[in-house]
């Protein structure tokens, strides 16, 4: 692909592709910001992961010119996954943003327990607390990641966009890395979540397979429910993100230049890539 081709990108938003085996993969141009402006069509892209991408998959992801792809899975996910399906001529970083020793029982457990272990770890609210605390946890303790992501979007020698943001469903780390970004652009915060519970839609949500092999409706209802905390986006979630950059940095522009070390010049290098307008 030539250079030429890779630097022009779509000025406005085309058709939602019907991907077979991406999930949860959308644009996120035409969100608006505080100040008028709106991202641009064709830069920023997020989804589940793409180990299981079909031929024609490919060949459309690869058709946006993408620069960059940044892959948030830790070795488990990859284990369990497979690796990303290579696209020409795009780097593929990965960056894992959660430590896979740390929760292996408690997949196991999800993937293989019965429904008296499913309870005893998720039930009676315990699963939407254990999210709540994840996402506080991507905040406080991946700081050193979220940086370098910046950084590398922000890259005057080696541009990465156009860039695909992905993690296993495209929801949780991913979903937080879109919204660290969308707020340094500026993007108001009702829209990011509005694009965030995008992710609940039947045709985005991640394939959850059992360990016998049983998947969607084959999954008994009881095990579902117990289940559904950990793979629904809720608006909870992201808040708790939201919430825990106010209590620790006091405010979105504090968190960014100094827990993220995101300086101004490199944040309107950010909107210049990145928004439409100025």
């Known amino acids: 692909m030539t250079q030429e081709v890779r630097q022009s990108a779509p000025t406005g938003p085309e058709p939602e592709p019907a991907l077979t085996g991406v999930r949860n993969f959308r644009d996120v141009g035409g969100l608006p910001t505080a100040d008028g402006r709106r991202v641009r069509h064709g830069v920023l892209f997020r989804s589940g992961h793409l180990a299981h991408a079909t031929a024609q998959d490919a060949a459309f992801l690869a058709g946006l010119g993408l620069h960059t792809v940044f892959d948030f899975r830790n070795p488990d996910d990859i284990a369990v996954e497979g690796p990303d399906t290579a696209l020409p001529g795009t780097r ?31 039930g009676e609210g315990r699963g939407a607390a254990r999210m709540v605390a ?67 839609a039947r045709h985005r949500r991640y394939k959850v397979v059992r360990g016998d092999g049983s998947t969607g409706t084959a999954i008994a209802p009881e095990v579902r429910e117990l289940l559904s905390p950990l793979f629904e986006a809720r608006v909870e979630y992201l808040r708790a993100a939201f919430d825990t950059i106010e209590e620790r940095w006091g405010s979105v522009d504090r968190y960014l230049s100094e827990g993220l070390g995101l300086t101004e010049q490199r944040r309107e290098r950010l909107r210049e890539q990145l928004l439409t307008g100025g």
């Not at 894992?96 to 999800?110: I, M, R, Y």
């Not at 992501?149 to 922000?154: E, H, Q, S, V």
């Not at 966009?161 to 707020?183: E, Q």
Request: hydrophobic share 45%.
């Open 92 to 122: 593929n970083l990965n960056m894992p943003l959660n430590d896979p020793a740390e929760n292996a029982g408690f997949w196991q457990t999800v993937r293989d327990g019965d429904v008296p272990s499913l309870e005893a770890v998720l």
């Open 134 to 200: 994840a996402y506080r946890k991507l905040i406080l303790e991946r700081t050193a990641d979220h940086s370098r992501m910046l950084d590398l979007l922000t890259d005057p020698d080696r541009p990465a966009v156009p860039a695909l943001l992905h993690c296993a469903a495209g929801k949780d780390r991913a979903g937080t890395s879109i919204a660290i970004i969308l707020l340094a652009l500026g993007v108001e915060r009702s829209a990011i979540e509005a694009d965030y519970l995008e992710s609940n």
